[in-house]
C-alpha cells in the first residue's frame, strides 16, 4: 500500500506542476481535466502525508523503548505507541477505501426521471410522493433542483417527470435510487379499506458535459409548441416549449418548464446529451451490475429494489436486505441512510473485488 500511496504522491506532484504550466492553461480542456485529476487526488495525498508522519513516529518512539531505561519514560512512551499504532489501524483503514477507484461519473450533476408504473392513479400518486422526498432530499443536501418536464396523473401526483439536480458528487450518491420502487399502502381511491401494491421506476443518470458527447446541432431537429401547467392549464400562448429530436438515434426530449424557449432549449439539450451519452454508459452499468448487487438497479432498470410498506410503517432496500421503520421521516427526505448503508456495501464488495 505504501508503494501505492507514494506513486500517486509523486503524480500528484507532477499534476500539481502542469496546472501552472501556461501550455495546459491554453487548452481548457487538457486544464479542466488536471484540475479534475487534482481534487480528485488531495484526500488521498493529505491521508498519506499523515500515515507517513505516524509510520515516523511509531519507528522513532520504538527506538526509545528499545534505548530508555527510565521506566516511567518508557510507559509514556509504550502509551504513546498504543496511541500511535491504533492511529496507523484506522489510517490504513481509510486509504484502503480511498484507493478503490471511484465511478469516473460520481462527481457529476444527475437528471432524475420519475415514471408511475403498475397500480394506476396510486402510481401517479406515489411518483409525485418520490419526487417530493428527493426534493427535500435535495434541500438537505443544498442541491438545485430544476423542472425539466412532466405529465400530471389524473388523480394527482405524475404519470412521469424528470429534473435537473446539480451540486456537489449528485450522481455519486442519486445513482443508487434507480430501478422500481414499491408502494403498499391503503389507496385513497380505495373505498374499502383494502392495502394495494402500486409501483414507480427511478432513473438517474449522469449529466453528460459537452466533453462527453460530441453533439452536432444540425444532428438535432426542433420543434416548439406551447407550454401545458398542472391540471392541462396553458402557461403561456407562446410556443416556448421546446422538443429535441436527436436524427441519428431517434432520441426524442421535450422541456416545457420555463416561459422562454431558450431556457427550455438549453435545459432539453442537457437531457438530451446525457440520453445519448446513456447509451455507452449502460455497457459499463451492465458490467458492474453482473459483480455488484448494489447496482444491479443501475444495470437492470427493471430490478426491484425499495419496498415503502405504510401500515408497517416500514422501508426496505432489498439489494442489502436492509428495513427501516421510520417510513414518514424517509418520506420527509431523510434518505441519506439508506444511500450510506448502500455506499458501504458497495465499497466492501469492491474492496473484496481488489483482494480477489
Given at each position: 500500500?505504501?508503494?501505492?500511496?507514494?506513486?500517486?504522491?509523486t503524480?500528484?506532484?507532477d499534476?500539481?506542476?502542469?496546472?501552472?504550466?501556461?501550455?495546459?492553461?491554453?487548452?481548457?480542456?487538457?486544464?479542466?481535466?488536471?484540475?479534475?485529476?487534482?481534487?480528485?487526488?488531495?484526500?488521498?495525498?493529505?491521508?498519506?502525508?499523515?500515515?507517513d508522519s505516524?509510520?515516523?513516529?511509531?519507528?522513532?518512539?520504538?527506538?526509545?523503548?528499545?534505548?530508555?531505561?527510565?521506566?516511567?519514560?518508557?510507559?509514556?512512551?509504550?502509551?504513546?505507541?498504543?496511541?500511535?499504532?491504533?492511529?496507523?489501524?484506522?489510517?490504513?483503514?481509510e486509504?484502503?477505501?480511498?484507493?478503490?477507484?471511484?465511478?469516473?461519473?460520481?462527481?457529476?450533476?444527475?437528471v432524475?426521471?420519475i415514471?408511475?408504473?403498475?397500480?394506476?392513479?396510486?402510481?401517479?400518486?406515489?411518483?409525485?410522493?418520490?419526487?417530493?422526498?428527493?426534493?427535500?432530499?435535495?434541500?438537505?443536501?443544498?442541491?438545485?433542483?430544476?423542472?425539466?418536464?412532466?405529465?400530471?396523473?389524473?388523480?394527482?401526483?405524475?404519470?412521469?417527470?424528470?429534473?435537473?439536480i446539480?451540486?456537489?458528487?449528485?450522481?455519486g450518491?442519486?445513482?443508487?435510487?434507480?430501478?422500481?420502487?414499491?408502494?403498499?399502502?391503503?389507496?385513497?381511491?380505495?373505498?374499502?379499506g383494502?392495502?394495494?401494491?402500486?409501483?414507480?421506476?427511478?432513473?438517474?443518470?449522469?449529466?453528460?458535459?459537452?466533453?462527453?458527447?460530441?453533439?452536432?446541432?444540425?444532428?438535432?431537429?426542433?420543434?416548439?409548441?406551447?407550454?401545458?401547467g398542472?391540471?392541462?392549464?396553458?402557461?403561456?400562448?407562446?410556443?416556448?416549449?421546446?422538443?429535441?429530436?436527436?436524427?441519428?438515434?431517434?432520441i426524442?426530449?421535450?422541456c416545457?418548464?420555463q416561459?422562454?424557449?431558450l431556457?427550455?432549449?438549453?435545459?432539453?439539450?442537457?437531457?438530451?446529451?446525457?440520453?445519448?451519452?446513456?447509451?455507452?454508459?449502460?455497457?459499463?452499468?451492465?458490467?458492474?451490475s453482473?459483480?455488484?448487487?448494489?447496482?444491479?438497479?443501475?444495470?437492470?432498470?427493471?430490478?426491484?429494489?425499495?419496498?415503502?410498506?405504510?401500515?408497517?410503517?416500514?422501508?426496505?432496500?432489498?439489494?442489502?436486505?436492509?428495513?427501516?421503520?421510520?417510513?414518514?421521516?424517509?418520506m420527509?427526505?431523510?434518505?441519506?441512510?439508506?444511500?450510506?448503508?448502500?455506499?458501504?456495501?458497495?465499497?466492501?464488495?469492491?474492496?473484496?473485488?481488489?483482494?480477489?
Amino acid at each position: 500500500m505504501l508503494k501505492k500511496l507514494e506513486a500517486i504522491y509523486t503524480r500528484w506532484e507532477d499534476i500539481s506542476k502542469q496546472v501552472n504550466d501556461p501550455e495546459a492553461m491554453a487548452d481548457m480542456k487538457k486544464y479542466i481535466k488536471l484540475s479534475k485529476d487534482l481534487k480528485e487526488l488531495q484526500p488521498v495525498v493529505d491521508a498519506y502525508k499523515i500515515y507517513d508522519s505516524v509510520l515516523k513516529n511509531i519507528i522513532s518512539t520504538k527506538e526509545i523503548l528499545s534505548k530508555e531505561k527510565d521506566e516511567e519514560f518508557r510507559e509514556l512512551a509504550k502509551v504513546e505507541l498504543d496511541e500511535l499504532i491504533t492511529k496507523r489501524d484506522e489510517l490504513e483503514e481509510e486509504i484502503r477505501l480511498m484507493l478503490i477507484p471511484a465511478d469516473p461519473q460520481d462527481g457529476k450533476n444527475a437528471v432524475l426521471e420519475i415514471r408511475a408504473g403498475t397500480g394506476g392513479d396510486e402510481a401517479s400518486i406515489f411518483a409525485g410522493d418520490l419526487l417530493r422526498m428527493y426534493t427535500k432530499f435535495c434541500e438537505k443536501k443544498k442541491w438545485k433542483m430544476e423542472l425539466v418536464d412532466f405529465t400530471d396523473g389524473t388523480a394527482g401526483g405524475y404519470k412521469e417527470i424528470i429534473v435537473n439536480i446539480s451540486g456537489d458528487n449528485v450522481y455519486g450518491q442519486m445513482k443508487y435510487e434507480s430501478g422500481v420502487h414499491r408502494v403498499q399502502r391503503v389507496p385513497q381511491t380505495e373505498t374499502q379499506g383494502r392495502v394495494h401494491t402500486s409501483a414507480a421506476s427511478v432513473v438517474v443518470l449522469p449529466e453528460a458535459d459537452e466533453f462527453d458527447v460530441d453533439l452536432k446541432v444540425s444532428d438535432i431537429r426542433k420543434d416548439t409548441y406551447c407550454a401545458s401547467g398542472p391540471g392541462g392549464q396553458s402557461v403561456n400562448t407562446t410556443y416556448s416549449a421546446v422538443r429535441l429530436t436527436h436524427v441519428p438515434t431517434g432520441i426524442v426530449v421535450t422541456c416545457q418548464d420555463q416561459k422562454s424557449q431558450l431556457k427550455n432549449y438549453d435545459k432539453a439539450l442537457v437531457v438530451l446529451r446525457t440520453r445519448i451519452f446513456e447509451v455507452e454508459y449502460k455497457k459499463y452499468l451492465d458490467e458492474m451490475s453482473t459483480k455488484r448487487k448494489t447496482m444491479v438497479s443501475t444495470g437492470d432498470r427493471s430490478a426491484k429494489v425499495r419496498t415503502y410498506n405504510y401500515p408497517q410503517s416500514r422501508v426496505t432496500d432489498h439489494r442489502i436486505g436492509l428495513t427501516l421503520y421510520n417510513l414518514p421521516v424517509t418520506m420527509d427526505g431523510e434518505v441519506q441512510e439508506l444511500i450510506d448503508a448502500l455506499q458501504l456495501a458497495e465499497n466492501a464488495e469492491r474492496l473484496k473485488e481488489g483482494v480477489e
